[in-house]
């Protein structure tokens, strides 16, 4: 059986909250989690939110960086270890620091460095492999957002 978040279309399990996700299901049967039409529009949500992190932690005065995403996706309030989703994540996006500060998502630059990571956070939101991600949503689901990559 596939894991959660891709039966639900939802690669990076968003949970249910004020927001109205354009390409969401009409009927939500999942009580914790969004469930999209389709998993680009999963990935359009998740870039969009990754946009909105990078709002919030500029008004808390925060660096864009990749310690600060992490510990506001997968807070240790939530039960998550956030310590080891930001290693794994590290080890399997390649090439990106934890405190480098990152550039917005939605200019090609932001798209470079962060598409790994959405990748990764894929990987360990579903507990499956880099080569499972599907790559082709990632990049529609860019598109969806912010119109190019």
Known sequence: MQPRGLRNNNPLNIRHGRSRWQGAHQEQ????????RSMA????A?????G?????????GKTYCLNHIIARWAPPEDG?????YLHAVLRLAGG???RECLPPPDTPEGHDKLAPVVAAMTCVENGIRPEEVPRGAIE??????????
């Open 29 to 36: 049967n999942d009580p914790d989690f969004v469930t999209f």
């Open 96 to 98: 990106i620091g934890g």
């Open 46 to 50: 998740a870039w969009k939110l990754l």
């Open 41 to 44: 529009w999963g990935y359009r």
């Open 140 to 149: 529609e689901g860019y598109r969806l957002a912010f119109g190019s990559d």
């Open 80 to 84: 998550n270890d956030t310590r080891a």
């Open 52 to 60: 909105t992190y990078r709002e919030r932690l500029a008004r808390q």
